[in-house]
């Protein structure tokens, strides 16, 4: 018994608008690209016998789960499968379930709207609001805080400057003005100095050191690869996937923050490269989580494409832009394209669309045979998901 | 002022460490099993998984492991101008005691990584509540 490699694909995807502030709501955006990822793949709703989704919580209130919500919503067939974890890991393991026979069509959605991660989008409160006993929130803590300790420990331990954290974010921008789909694009190039003049958010994170903050869905559809030959799309093969979860979220922080050792996403990256029996220098194109620039930096040292405080170098000498050794985030990423709240799946979905070799000619990656997505949260430590994709 | 942080909902298995707030003594469960201190505070022993954890008094000393200087976060926080927040390594046992907190009475262009600095003690104003944050350590002359 081994990991079911190349016997199940990704055979549909599909983005809504990704905007800063959608005027409409997260189950209108769900329905669009579950709807839309199943018309790309030639199928119908009818077909939908599996299901993961992003929602910590139903549509509708007093909903038992949000996957019980679907399985109600989509007509009260038996679903047949629940995925649940990280958007690629989530993808991974529904993979061997479809394998396996669990189910057929598995369809991972997301779609959100509204709700802000940046707390300072909520007013001053008027009362004290009464929190967990260990809440981060006793003490001002906010997303960019957390990203920006680490950043500062990495930058002091490896000798990383802001100007090595910027280059992430320029690379981001660039590859975003080649996806006309992106919040940013439209805006242009920026350079170091912006990023490094751009007001700061938490020291040492800049303004555009941060992902955006926006809205917007997506879903993902996969099936076996025999059926997949039938269907519109080129079949994307899953060759490989891990998981890695190592701490609960937003409670603490590790000590030491970089074990030689590594965390959830070297745990998962090992698991996934070593189930496809894939060389990371194999690899043409990737897909990683980067909801800050120090994200970056640590998810290509932790999923093993260059050594420990080497990634800054690794970035600037070109490697993970357009025309590199392996382009990166190539419809802008969360820094540029979107953060829509749960975006670990737009990394999936542009790896498939560059595997698929349908992007625009100038972001397409030439002959793109074999990609990698992650998905993660807690920098590397925390959580992560990883899915090694190629096409035949 | 009014204190509008946001502020712990004390529960029977948390009360110990806000009355150990109260008499300035900063408490963390310690494992009788295996020894392993738990901070932050879980229901069971990430080393064993007993559940027979006491909370034990550490000296409060440590140093700044990292922090950030925060300009955009919670209104609350953000009202009187930048904060730091900070995580510090206490020195009873480096790895897992890890915590977290903001860094006051130091000037921002001060602070630095691996300094000393040690709990302080602070009572909310209008509720019966003490909470901690971290402060430089002032050397006796």
């Known amino acids: 018994m081994g990991f079911p490699s190349g016997e199940v694909a990704i055979v549909g995807v599909y983005t809504t608008e990704q905007a800063q502030n959608h005027t409409r709501g997260g189950f209108d955006l769900e329905r669009e690209a579950l709807t839309g990822a199943l018309a790309d793949a030639g199928l119908t709703l009818a077909d939908v016998d599996g299901i993961a989704t992003t929602r910590p919580v139903s549509e509708v209130p007093g909903s038992y789960d949000p996957l019980y919500f679907w399985a109600e919503q989509l007509g009260r067939r038996p679903l047949r499968y629940l995925g649940s974890g990280l958007p690629a890991a989530a993808l991974g393991k529904a993979a061997t379930a479809v394998a396996a026979g669990l189910c057929d069509t598995f369809v991972l959605v997301h779609g959100k709207s509204g709700t802000k991660i940046n707390p300072a989008k909520a007013g001053l409160p008027t009362s004290a609001p009464r929190v967990g006993a260990w809440s981060e929130t006793i003490h001002g803590a906010s997303r960019a805080s957390w990203y920006a300790a680490w950043a500062r420990r990495y930058m002091h331990e490896f000798g990383v400057t802001s100007e090595g954290l910027a280059q992430v974010a320029v690379d981001a921008r660039h590859h975003a003005t080649l996806n006309p789909a992106s919040i940013m694009g439209r805006k242009g190039e920026i350079t170091i100095d912006d990023v490094v003049n751009s007001r700061m958010i938490a020291s040492p994170l800049h303004l555009l050191d941060c992902a955006l903050d926006s809205d917007g869905g997506y879903a993902i559809v996969l099936t076996t690869t025999v059926r997949a030959r039938d269907l519109r799309a080129r079949p994307v093969q899953i060759l490989g996937a891990g998981e890695g979860v190592y701490i609960d979220y937003y409670l603490n922080l590790p000590c030491p923050l970089f074990p030689p050792e590594g965390g959830a996403v070297r745990a998962a990256a090992n698991t996934a490269f070593g189930l496809a029996g894939i060389g990371r220098h194999e690899i043409d194109v990737a897909g990683l989580y980067d909801c800050f620039t120090i994200t970056l930096l640590r998810d290509l040292e932790e999923m093993g494409f260059c050594e420990l405080g080497e990634a800054a170098a690794f970035v600037k000498d070109g490697n993970t832009r357009l025309g590199g050794a392996m382009p990166t985030n190539t419809d802008g990423g969360c820094l540029s394209n979107s953060h829509n709240g749960h975006p670990g799946g737009m990394h999936v979905i542009e790896v498939v669309r560059q595997l698929r070799g349908e992007v625009t000619p100038r972001r397409q990656v030439p002959n793109a045979r074999l990609g990698v997505a992650l998905s993660q949260g807690m920098s590397v430590m925390g959580g992560a998901g990883v899915l090694v994709m190629g096409v035949e | ?141």
């Not at chain 2, 915590?99 to 209008?126: C, F, Q, R, S, T």
């Open chain 2, 1 to 141: 002022m009014t204190w509008v942080k946001p502020l712990p909902i004390v529960t029977p298995e948390s009360q110990p460490f806000f009355d150990g707030l109260r008499e300035h003594r900063f408490r963390v469960p310690r494992c009788r099993s295996c020894g392993s201190h738990n901070w932050t505070p879980y229901p069971a022993c990430r080393t064993c998984l007993s559940t027979d954890q006491e909370w034990v008094d550490v000296s409060g000393r440590g140093s700044l492991y990292t922090f950030s200087v925060v300009h955009v976060g919670p209104r609350a926080f953000t009202q009187d101008g930048p904060y730091i927040w900070a995580f510090a390594k206490l020195e009873e046992q480096p790895g897992p005691l890890i915590v977290m907190g903001n860094l006051i009475g130091l000037d921002h262009d001060a602070v630095e990584i691996d300094m000393p600095i040690k709990i302080g003690y602070h009572d909310v104003p209008d509720h019966d509540l003490t909470l901690y944050h971290f402060e430089p350590v002032t050397h006796d002359i």
